[in-house]
């Protein structure tokens, strides 16, 4: 779907149509759930956020002004919808790995299991960095979002996106050269 089709899912709704915010909800639950997982680190919690956005959304569907993408603006519900859980959290949880509720059965050849073993310690170092940092590098290498939308997203300023983003680049790019002897790549481009 393109924004185009999202401006008439969002017209739909707005005149009634429950079926269009249900196609809304399909096409971006799992980046909703994944940014919320990736922040709040526990898999309950992030579906509870999940709901939230979606309800909020819902709510405040006739606020959306239409100047910047749907998907910045859903995604900056989930990011503030995020923050406020972690702020009110008083205890903490186990980590939950972001793999643990995709998994294949154990039909795998030894290089898919090397590749799924590197992936999860991948995983594991992106979930240790800052909450910040985490959806940065979540919206920035797994949504393919520009530096000027995650500021956006974030509201922080982009000098500050990019200044985060560096630095998540730099505690990865250590962690994971001692778990997987990474070859060193400085070749980064903003979008």
Not at 64 to 93: A, G
Request: net charge negative; hydrophobic share 35%; proline share 2%.
């Amino acid at each position: 779907m393109e924004s185009g089709e999202d401006i008439l899912l969002i017209e739909k709704t707005l005149a009634g149509d429950l079926q269009a915010f249900e196609q809304i909800v399909r096409k971006y639950q799992s980046m909703i759930f994944t940014i919320a997982l990736r922040m709040l680190q526990h898999h309950e919690e992030a579906e509870e956020v999940a709901q939230d956005v979606f309800i909020k959304a819902y709510k405040s569907l006739s606020a959306f002004n239409r100047k910047s993408k749907f998907s910045t603006w859903i995604y900056r519900i989930t990011y503030n919808t995020s923050v406020s859980k972690l702020r009110s959290q008083k205890k903490f949880h186990e980590t939950t790995s972001i793999g643990d509720y995709d998994r294949p059965g154990n039909t795998d050849t030894v290089a898919d299991q090397e590749k799924k073993e590197e992936n999860e310690i991948i995983r594991n170092c992106i979930l240790r960095l800052p909450e910040n940092e985490r959806i940065i590098v979540t919206l920035f290498y797994f949504e393919d979002h520009s530096i000027r939308e995650i500021a956006e997203i974030t509201g922080m300023s982009e000098s500050n996106v990019k200044v985060k983003l560096f630095r998540s680049r730099q505690l990865l790019y250590t962690e994971l050269n001692q778990k997987l002897n990474l070859e060193p790549n400085y070749e980064y481009e903003y979008q």
